[in-house]
């Protein structure tokens, strides 16, 4: 019995054992498997995240080579943008400079023209020589240049405008006498007119009004074969009494312009269509700058027109009114003195014949006008108090010379201006018939002078009178004594810088390049070179360095060039120049360099001429 509990306590003892060590392996085998478990969740996770960082290296490598491409592709259409800016300076730079090198012979020798004893008729002719050089070259640097630049980047904010007094019925003769010629030659009248109640003087951007004017009257003349062209201003309004608003009409006879074509035509570039109305309303680029400019003015454009019945184009700018007087003002009181005086008015265009007479109501004259030459000596017959006529030389049945002839006859104290055409010259033969003779369109100050003067007894009635504008004086470098030297290789422009320095008293010295300046200077002293840039050989930036460096005495060196882009003033100003002045050569910015230099010359003279007298005193 003692056995058996021995067994059996042994036996539990075992299966205790058993079963602790059991439940051991059991406990173990489970941490195992849920360690295998988690092992193999942690790898498939790190595989999945390395797979995923894989195919992320692979994106960011093809970013990466995208940028790449992206940032070579950047820096590539840069550098292309560049030249192409470059270029476009270049080709702008030549063109600036081809231009304004012949420009500066026409303008220069119209000046020296003007010096010499011309007639009343031949003083005309020299300074509308001068007004049209001054304009064409305005034309090509604001219309051939800038109208293609504006209109592939018209920004407004870039663009800047002036603000300068202008004398605008000066700005609109000017405009009118830059077509006369064509409009002569067609056929066409072109006819100007200012309303009395518009300012004289108003300040804005003069060249940018030009620009639209030339532009509206270049379609105009070239869809106007036959009939005439006119050019109005008028007030629309006064806006605080400090600022008009005017209107400006351009109106043509010519082909017109269909009304769904009209609609647009300020938005885009009409194309050509097939037939002759198509054809004839492509008016093209200078119709969207046109746009572009009155709305940067704060104005606003506008067209009316049919086919075959003509074009009306109209656009209004609010100026400030200038409070400089104009040349009426100055006039005034000779003005007055024309009250009441009878003046007959012979033209066939009814238009131009309508201007006139309200201008001479505006001067207080009694103008009548006649269609026709018969119509002129019936009126002349049935009143024949008339003080003044104006005729026209190209009228249908009895033309002005003809009517001239008969008054000359029938009244031989009746004085007669005639209104002549440019280019005409039939009057010629019979050119004593009238007391002087005025270029179509007709300047109202010319007008207003030919009248005073006939009045007034200051008009000498022979057309061969001599005139001479005396400009260049030769007391002018006695008052701003300068030793100069002409650094010019062109030969027309030499001829011109010497003669207007020798007519102001000056007896310049002249080199052809950059290389005989510094053989010159080495044996004389002057006080001031005119140094032309493009030269052969050496041109006038090198030769300005090698002055700069070389002399003890410097003489004042002043760019004298037909490089007229932006910046080129800050190439020569660099490069060691003193000043510049761009050709073609303006007289007043010569004179006013010359007495300008000449006195800082002067006043550095009597600054060293007092150092060196003080330290004589001293010693």
Same mark, same amino acid.
């Given at each position: 019995m003692k056995r058996f509990y021995i067994i059996f306590f042994a036996v539990c003892v075992l299966f205790a054992t058993v079963l602790y060590f059991s439940v051991w392996w059991i406990m173990a085998g489970l941490a195992v498997s849920m360690i295998y478990i988690a092992y193999r969740f942690y790898a498939v996770r790190m595989g999945a995240i390395e797979a995923r960082n894989a195919g992320l290296e692979v994106q960011v490598e =093809?970013?990466? /080579?995208? #940028?790449?491409? %992206? @940032?070579?592709?950047?820096?590539?259409?840069?550098?292309?943008?560049?030249?192409? *800016?470059?270029?476009?300076?270049?080709?702008?730079?030549?063109?600036?400079?081809?231009?304004?090198?012949?420009?500066?012979?026409?303008?220069?020798?119209?000046?020296?023209?003007?010096?010499?004893?011309?007639?009343?008729?031949?003083?005309?002719?020299?300074?509308?020589?001068?007004?049209?050089?001054?304009?064409?070259?305005?034309?090509?640097?604001?219309?051939?240049?800038?109208?293609?630049?504006?209109?592939?980047?018209?920004?407004?904010?870039?663009?800047?405008?002036?603000?300068?007094?202008?004398?605008?019925?000066?700005?609109?003769?000017?405009?009118?006498?830059?077509?006369?010629?064509?409009?002569? =030659?067609?056929? /066409?009248? #072109?006819?100007? %007119? @200012?309303?009395?109640?518009?300012?004289?003087?108003?300040?804005?951007?003069?060249? *940018?009004?030009?620009?639209?004017?030339?532009?509206?009257?270049?379609?105009?003349?070239?869809?106007?074969?036959?009939?005439?062209?006119?050019?109005?201003?008028?007030l629309l309004r006064t806006l605080d009494n400090s600022k008009a608003e005017l209107s400006f009409e351009v109106r043509d006879t010519g082909a017109g312009i269909p009304a769904v074509r009209a609609e647009q035509i300020f938005n885009g570039i009409p194309g050509k269509e097939s037939g002759d109305a198509g054809a004839e309303d492509s008016k093209g680029l200078g119709l969207v700058i046109c746009k572009k400019l009155v709305e940067m003015m704060d104005g606003w454009i506008a067209v009316q027109s049919e086919p075959k019945r003509g074009s009306t184009f109209t656009f209004a700018i609010p100026f400030p009114i200038s409070q400089r007087p104009g040349s009426d003002h100055l006039q005034r009181d000779l003005i007055a003195s024309l009250k009441n005086k009878h003046v007959l008015i012979v033209d066939d265009n009814p238009t131009s014949r309508d201007v006139l007479l309200k201008q001479l109501l505006h001067w207080k004259l009694l103008p009548v006008g006649a269609g026709s030459g018969e119509q002129a000596l019936s009126l002349l017959a049935s009143d024949p108090g008339f003080d003044l006529v104006l005729t026209d030389l190209d009228m249908p049945g009895m033309d002005g010379v003809l009517m001239a002839k008969t008054i000359r006859e029938k009244y031989p104290a009746m004085p007669v201006i005639l209104m002549n055409s440019p280019g005409d010259d039939r009057y010629q033969q019979d050119s004593e018939l009238f007391i002087s003779v005025l270029t179509r369109p007709v300047r109202q100050y010319m007008l207003r002078d030919h009248i005073l003067g006939i009045f007034a007894h200051s008009l000498n009635p022979l057309p061969d009178k001599q005139l001479t504008m005396n400009l260049l004086s030769v007391e002018f470098s006695t008052q701003y004594p300068l030793h100069i030297l002409i650094a010019e290789d062109n030969l027309i422009n030499q001829k011109i810088a010497v003669k207007i320095l020798t007519k102001l008293g000056y007896q310049p010295a002249l080199a052809r390049n950059g290389k005989e300046v510094l053989e010159m200077v080495s044996h004389e002293h002057y006080d001031m070179i005119l140094m032309d840039v493009q030269m052969p050989e050496m041109d006038g930036f090198e030769a300005t360095r090698m002055l700069r460096s070389c002399l003890e005495i410097q003489p004042v060196i002043i760019a004298m060039t037909a490089n007229a882009m932006q910046g080129d003033r800050n190439d020569c100003i660099q490069a060691g120049m003193d000043d510049y002045i761009s050709k073609p050569i303006s007289m007043k910015e010569l004179l006013a360099q010359l007495e300008k230099w000449a006195l800082v010359i002067k006043s550095k003279k009597q600054t060293t001429l007092l150092q060196n007298t003080t330290r004589q005193i001293i010693g």
């Amino acid at each position: 019995m003692k056995r058996f509990y021995i067994i059996f306590f042994a036996v539990c003892v075992l299966f205790a054992t058993v079963l602790y060590f059991s439940v051991w392996w059991i406990m173990a085998g489970l941490a195992v498997s849920m360690i295998y478990i988690a092992y193999r969740f942690y790898a498939v996770r790190m595989g999945a995240i390395e797979a995923r960082n894989a195919g992320l290296e692979v994106q960011v490598e =093809a970013l990466h /080579v995208q #940028l790449d491409s %992206s @940032i070579l592709k950047e820096q590539r259409t840069t550098r292309e943008v560049g030249q192409i *800016k470059e270029a476009r300076q270049q080709l702008m730079a030549i063109l600036s400079h081809e231009i304004r090198t012949p420009m500066n012979g026409i303008m220069g020798m119209s000046i020296l023209l003007s010096e010499t004893p011309l007639t009343k008729e031949q003083g005309d002719y020299a300074a509308t020589i001068r007004t049209c050089s001054e304009t064409l070259l305005m034309r090509v640097n604001d219309i051939l240049v800038n109208d293609i630049l504006q209109f592939v980047k018209f920004d407004q904010n870039g663009v800047q405008l002036e603000n300068k007094d202008f004398d605008l019925r000066n700005c609109i003769d000017e405009v009118l006498e830059m077509f006369s010629m064509k409009t002569a =030659a067609a056929g /066409v009248e #072109l006819i100007g %007119s @200012i309303d009395p109640d518009v300012p004289e003087q108003v300040t804005g951007d003069s060249r *940018k009004l030009r620009q639209v004017l030339m532009n509206l009257l270049e379609n105009s003349v070239r869809f106007t074969v036959k009939g005439e062209i006119f050019v109005g201003v008028h007030l629309l309004r006064t806006l605080d009494n400090s600022k008009a608003e005017l209107s400006f009409e351009v109106r043509d006879t010519g082909a017109g312009i269909p009304a769904v074509r009209a609609e647009q035509i300020f938005n885009g570039i009409p194309g050509k269509e097939s037939g002759d109305a198509g054809a004839e309303d492509s008016k093209g680029l200078g119709l969207v700058i046109c746009k572009k400019l009155v709305e940067m003015m704060d104005g606003w454009i506008a067209v009316q027109s049919e086919p075959k019945r003509g074009s009306t184009f109209t656009f209004a700018i609010p100026f400030p009114i200038s409070q400089r007087p104009g040349s009426d003002h100055l006039q005034r009181d000779l003005i007055a003195s024309l009250k009441n005086k009878h003046v007959l008015i012979v033209d066939d265009n009814p238009t131009s014949r309508d201007v006139l007479l309200k201008q001479l109501l505006h001067w207080k004259l009694l103008p009548v006008g006649a269609g026709s030459g018969e119509q002129a000596l019936s009126l002349l017959a049935s009143d024949p108090g008339f003080d003044l006529v104006l005729t026209d030389l190209d009228m249908p049945g009895m033309d002005g010379v003809l009517m001239a002839k008969t008054i000359r006859e029938k009244y031989p104290a009746m004085p007669v201006i005639l209104m002549n055409s440019p280019g005409d010259d039939r009057y010629q033969q019979d050119s004593e018939l009238f007391i002087s003779v005025l270029t179509r369109p007709v300047r109202q100050y010319m007008l207003r002078d030919h009248i005073l003067g006939i009045f007034a007894h200051s008009l000498n009635p022979l057309p061969d009178k001599q005139l001479t504008m005396n400009l260049l004086s030769v007391e002018f470098s006695t008052q701003y004594p300068l030793h100069i030297l002409i650094a010019e290789d062109n030969l027309i422009n030499q001829k011109i810088a010497v003669k207007i320095l020798t007519k102001l008293g000056y007896q310049p010295a002249l080199a052809r390049n950059g290389k005989e300046v510094l053989e010159m200077v080495s044996h004389e002293h002057y006080d001031m070179i005119l140094m032309d840039v493009q030269m052969p050989e050496m041109d006038g930036f090198e030769a300005t360095r090698m002055l700069r460096s070389c002399l003890e005495i410097q003489p004042v060196i002043i760019a004298m060039t037909a490089n007229a882009m932006q910046g080129d003033r800050n190439d020569c100003i660099q490069a060691g120049m003193d000043d510049y002045i761009s050709k073609p050569i303006s007289m007043k910015e010569l004179l006013a360099q010359l007495e300008k230099w000449a006195l800082v010359i002067k006043s550095k003279k009597q600054t060293t001429l007092l150092q060196n007298t003080t330290r004589q005193i001293i010693g």
